[in-house]
C-alpha cells in the first residue's frame, strides 16, 4: 500500500525536461534527411531525441524516475519497468512535437536494445518495434554503451577513431581501443562493481540517497583527499582490469568502525577520499591504456564521467603528458537517447538493419569488425 502511495507521488512528480531542442522550429528549415528517432530505456530515464543526417538534434527529452528510486537508495527494476511503460508514449510524442515532425518524416527508429535492466529495455524496444511494425520504418538496436561513446561526437565532430575511451558508469568500467566506428576492442574491465555502483553504495551508506556520484561529489569539494587513506585496488596489477568492491568494503567498514566508536564522520572528508582513492586508479589505467595503444587522444562517457575531480585529474595528468582528453558536456554524461541516434544514424547509413524478433539484452558486448 505504502509502495503504491509512493507510486502515485511520484506520477505526478515525473518530469519531461531537456531544453537543448530550443532552436528546433528556428533552425528546421536547414536540417537534413535521414532523420532518426531514438528511444532509450536501459535503467531509470526514458528518453527520446530526434537527429538528423548531420547529426544535428532537433529534439533531445528525458523523463527522469531518479525522485522515485532515490529512497530505496538505488534502481528498483520493477518500479523501472512500470515507468517506463508510463512515460514511454507521451515523451515520444512529446519528442516528435519538439522535433516538428511526423513519424512518416522519419528514416529509421534507433533504441537501445542493450546492456541494462531487461525489464526496462524491452519498453523502448516493444515500443519501437510495435512503431515500425505500424510504419513500416527500420528498426536499428543500439548498444547502450556505444551511445556513451558517441556523446563524445557532440563534443568535437571531427574526432576520428583510433583512440582510448574509458567507460564509467552505474553499470559498467572498461577501457576500450576505439580502432574505428563501431570496431571496439576491450582492453579490460571491472572484475566485480562498477565505478558508479561504488559511489551509489557508499553514498547509500551514508544514507545520502541514489544517485551517489553527484551528491559525494558535492561533499568532496570541501574534503580533503588524504584524510583518509582508502585502497588503491589493482593499480599496480599490469594490466587494466579493475577491482571496487575492495575500496567498496574498505569505505563501509570504516563507516561501521566510527559508528561503533562513537566517532562521528567527516562526510567531505570521507566523499573527497573514496573519490580520490577511484580516480587515481582510473587516470592511472586510462595512461596506461593510453601507452599500450600509442593513443594520443582519451575520451570518456558514462554518467560518472561528469565526476568533476575525474575529468580534472585526467585532464592535468594526461594533458601534461600530451595526450588530449575530451569529455561530453556534463548533461551528454547522463543517459540519454541523442546519443543512441547518433550511433543509429551510423548504422543506417552502413545499411544495419535488426530483426523484429530481435529482444532485449541485459548483456550485450560491444561491436567488432573482427
Ligand atoms: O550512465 P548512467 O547515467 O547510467 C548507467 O548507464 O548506469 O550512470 C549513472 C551512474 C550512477 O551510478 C551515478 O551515481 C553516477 O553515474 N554518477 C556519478 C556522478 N554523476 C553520476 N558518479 C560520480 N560523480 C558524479 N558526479
Ligand atoms: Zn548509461
Known amino acids: 500500500e505504502r509502495l503504491q502511495r509512493e ?72 518500479i523501472a519497468s512500470r515507468k517506463h511503460t508510463e512515460a514511454i508514449v507521451p515523451t515520444v510524442m512529446y519528442t516528435m512535437e519538439q522535433a516538428g515532425l511526423g513519424f512518416d518524416d522519419l528514416s529509421a527508429v534507433a533504441c537501445t ?72 576492442e576491450v582492453l579490460g574491465s571491472t572484475l566485480d562493481d562498477a565505478v558508479g555502483e561504488a559511489f551509489d553504495k557508499v553514498a547509500k551508506a551514508l544514507e545520502l540517497g541514489y544517485p551517489g556520484g553527484p551528491v559525494l561529489s558535492r561533499y568532496a569539494k570541501d574534503g580533503d583527499a ?32 566510527q559508528n561503533k566508536a562513537g566517532m562521528s564522520i567527516d562526510i567531505p572528508d570521507l566523499a573527497a577520499s573514496f573519490t580520490a582513492a577511484v580516480v587515481d586508479v582510473l587516470v592511472a589505467k586510462s595512461l596506461d591504456a593510453c601507452k599500450q595503444t600509442g593513443s594520443r587522444v582519451l575520451c570518456i562517457g558514462g554518467g560518472v564521467a561528469a565526476n568533476p575531480d575525474l575529468r580534472e585529474a585526467l585532464a592535468a595528468s594526461l594533458g601534461k603528458r600530451g595526450i588530449r582528453v575530451i569529455m561530453p558536456e556534463l548533461s551528454d554524461c547522463a543517459d540519454n537517447a541523442s546519443m543512441i541516434a547518433s550511433v543509429g ?26
Open 345 to 370: 544514424l551510423d548504422l543506417f547509413e552502413a545499411g544495419e538493419r535488426t530483426g523484429l524478433d530481435s529482444d532485449p539484452q541485459a548483456h550485450m558486448p560491444l561491436r567488432t569488425r573482427e
Open 7 to 78: 507510486i502515485e507521488r511520484t506520477d505526478r512528480a515525473m518530469r519531461v525536461s531537456r531544453p537543448k531542442s530550443e532552436g528546433a522550429t528556428e533552425g528546421a528549415a536547414t536540417y537534413e534527411p535521414p532523420f532518426i528517432l531514438a528511444i532509450e530505456s536501459s535503467c531509470d530515464e526514458t528518453a527520446a531525441a530526434v537527429i538528423d543526417g548531420g547529426r544535428d538534434v532537433l529534439a533531445d527529452c528525458i523523463a527522469s524516475q531518479i525522485d522515485f528510486h532515490k529512497r530505496f537508495g538505488g534502481v528498483v527494476p520493477e
Open 226 to 257: 588524504k584524510a583518509i587513506a582508502f585502497p588503491r585496488a589493482m593499480m599496480h596489477s599490469g594490466d587494466l582490469r579493475f577491482s571496487l568492491s575492495g575500496l567498496k568494503t574498505a569505505v563501509i567498514t570504516y563507516i561501521n568502525e
Open 113 to 184: 536494445i542493450g546492456p541494462g535492466l531487461v525489464g526496462a529495455l524491452v519498453v523502448g524496444v516493444a515500443f519501437a518495434k510495435g512503431l515500425c511494425f505500424a510504419t513500416g520504418l527500420p528498426f536499428i538496436g543500439v548498444n547502450h554503451l556505444e551511445g556513451h561513446l558517441y556523446a563524445n561526437r557532440y563534443v568535437d565532430p571531427t574526432l576520428e577513431p583510433p583512440f582510448v575511451a574509458l567507460l564509467v558508469s552505474g553499470g559498467h568500467t572498461m577501457l576500450v581501443h576505439v580502432r574505428g566506428w563501431g570496431d571496439y
